[in-house]
């Protein structure tokens, strides 16, 4: 379809047009700015024993809200995983405005405490959901051992196609990993550009947003299906 960039080129005297707005952030998870969220920690995996909840206790910036991660290891299948998709509980089977465009982003950063120290995730994840219309990459973060402070993570995304991005973030943990199961906390689950967010608020999101219907993207490799 057209579109206005598509109309009859403007005369000489006309002022080249603006240069596209560069990407700050995109928050997944962040109680700084609650309604500037986006994806729904919807994709559960793997055995039931994994639950996610609010928890109210020290955060990076001081008391506050942040997510709880309980993962009791006592299912057969001796894993578990939950995504944040868009739409919620979408397994790449979802045409049209589904998932974000969030070409700009180099990469995503969330912090992370184990309750004890010591904790283990197997890995953390952007995309790798597959389908007819899935994921148009996957970046990983694996093999994380967690200490009782918070830490920030990044997951580097510079070289990767984020034009259409359903799974927004992702983990995975199992028994082998933690036999007796853990508890670990996270926060401030962000998209970030090259300049990032600035240090004391969280920057209004611009210049990203749904996918509309296109063709269906092909993913090289495909890593994760519906449960």
Known sequence: ARTAHDATAAPPSAPPPAAAAPFKVFPVYTDKAPRHTHYAASGYMGDSDLTLSGAFTKTPQGDGPCLRVNYKASGPRGWAGIYWQDPA????DVPGRAGYDLRGATHLTFWARGEDGGERVHEFRVGGIVGQFPDSDVATLSNVRLTREWKQYSIDLTKKDLRHIIAGFGLFVNKAENSDGM?????????EGPQGPKASSIPAVDAVGQVPGEAPVVVSTPLAVAP
Do not use: E, K
């Not at 508890?183 to 998209?191: A, E, G, Q, R, S």
């Open 183 to 191: 508890v670990f906390y996270v926060d401030d689950i962000l998209f």
């Open 89 to 92: 509980n979408n397994w790449g």
